[in-house]
């Protein structure tokens, strides 16, 4: 099994930045790629960017190209989502998630362990 843990969420007023942080713990040796979603109140679990194992590879949402940076340490068992230019739609409970040891995946499905949310709010 693999634990992850998010942290770094907040409140932050539009044009301001975040970052995210999502530590993997138990059998990290078997976790591939990893990515973060988000979920706002009312809408499905949307993925916003993903990762691969080497951290060569990387997909973003439309939405957030430009803004938003995924990579990752694996000496530290460790994600983050550097968000920039924060919009008020961004806000959203932001979920780290990974898989087996195989790429990137933009299906929800496709995602085998999951983090409990950390909350993102934008002000305007």
């Known amino acids: 099994q693999v634990q992850l843990v998010e942290s770094g969420g907040g409140q932050v007023q539009a044009g301001g930045s975040l970052r995210l942080s999502c530590a993997a713990s138990g059998r990290t040796s078997s976790v591939g790629a990893m990515g973060w979603f988000r979920q706002a109140p009312g809408k499905e679990r949307e993925l916003v960017g993903a990762v691969s194992w080497s951290g060569s590879s990387t997909y973003y949402a439309d939405s957030v190209k430009g803004r938003f940076t995924i990579s990752r340490d694996n000496a530290k068992n460790t994600v983050y989502l550097q968000m920039s230019s924060l919009k008020p739609e961004d806000a959203a409970v932001y979920y780290c998630?990974?898989?087996?040891?195989?790429?990137?995946?933009?299906?929800?499905?496709?995602?085998?362990?999951w983090g409990q949310g950390t909350q993102v709010t934008v002000s305007s």
């Open positions: 998630a990974a898989r087996g040891p195989t790429g990137i995946t933009r299906l929800l499905k496709d995602y085998e362990y």
